[in-house]
């Protein structure tokens, strides 16, 4: 069974930027599609950002131009870059793996996240 395993939050100052990393154990082949979510305290988890195999990237509008996702496919791991953090960026964020084939998704897996807060 695949984990995955999130580092990198903490606390920074706004205008400030943190890289978060999510390591994958075990056989990843199932998945094509990786993504960051976050969820501020009395929110709905959101969409942050994702990459699928083929290297297409989509971007909340909130963190377009602000977060960079990527991926190192020799250490199964996907980053997200932030950089120009704001106070509304405060959550726990959480990495996402999972199959899509049309309108199927399916082997969805979470991390068990990390905070970042942005506060000065």
């Known amino acids: 069974q695949v984990q995955l395993v999130e580092s990198g939050g903490g606390l920074v100052q706004p205008g400030g930027s943190l890289r978060l990393s999510c390591a994958a154990s075990g056989s990843i082949s199932s998945f094509n599609v990786w993504g960051w979510h976050r969820q501020a305290p009395g929110k709905e988890r959101d969409l942050v950002?994702?990459?699928?195999?083929?290297?297409?990237?989509n971007y909340a509008a909130s963190v377009k131009g602000r977060f960079t996702i990527s991926r190192d496919n020799t250490k199964n791991t996907v980053y997200l870059q932030m950089n120009s953090l704001e106070p509304e960026d405060t959550a726990v964020y959480y990495c996402?793996?999972?199959?899509?084939?049309?309108?199927?998704?399916?082997?969805?897996?979470w991390g068990q996240g990390t905070q970042v807060t942005v506060s000065s």
């Open positions: 950002a994702t990459i699928t195999r083929a290297g297409s990237i």
């Open positions: 996402n793996a999972y199959q899509q084939n049309g309108v199927f998704r399916r082997y969805d897996t």
